[in-house]
């Protein structure tokens, strides 16, 4: 019978990924910030399945992810099988990654486009019914994360308000 350790394994860090490998640090950059728009905490271990998910390419399999990750990790140090698919339903959960189901069942994972339209967001004056564009990044990043959460997407929004003086 093999023998477990009695405590987790630290989690991997971005320093042992080898020199000259690994995704684009932009390419990176900007999945994290998708996750952090939709509420997902960044750890190391999913800037690191960034890395894997962006070098194993368009529509791999979590296996094909991990050894990406091995190849790419210098001390081998790669997360477990496991982790990465834990990580990989939350992506699909909050629309970072799309899962496409081939006839033999495999499971092919990609990362969504971003969004190419801004979100329209609304104010709507509830005695007058006049209307007043919202361009705070911070709302739509707030209906974004709550659509999220419940499996929608946000396309546009109006807000019905009233005046604070009245």
């Known amino acids: 019978m093999p023998a477990f350790s009695e405590h987790r394994r630290s989690s991997p860090s971005l320093n042992e990924i080898r020199p000259g490998m690994g995704a684009s640090r932009s390419a990176v950059r900007s999945l994290e910030e998708r996750s952090e728009e939709v509420g997902i905490k960044m750890t190391d271990l999913r800037r690191i399945l960034f890395h894997g998910i962006l070098e194993a390419g368009p529509r791999a399999t979590a296996v094909e992810i991990w050894k990406t990750l091995g190849r790419i990790m210098e ?27 081939t006839s033999d069942r495999q499971w092919l994972y990609s990362v969504v486009p971003e969004p190419r339209a801004a979100l329209a ?14 361009h705070a990044p911070e709302v739509a990043t707030l ?8 499996g929608l997407a946000v396309q546009g929004a109006a807000i019905t308000v009233t005046s604070s003086s009245g």
């Open 143 to 150: 209906l974004r994360r709550v659509a999220a959460e419940h």
């Open 75 to 101: 001390q081998g140090h790669v997360p477990s099988q496991g982790s990465i698919q834990r990580n990989l339903n939350l992506f699909l959960e909050r629309g970072i990654l799309r899962r496409d189901v």
């Open 121 to 134: 967001i609304t104010f709507v004056e509830a005695g007058t019914g006049r209307k007043i564009a919202c």
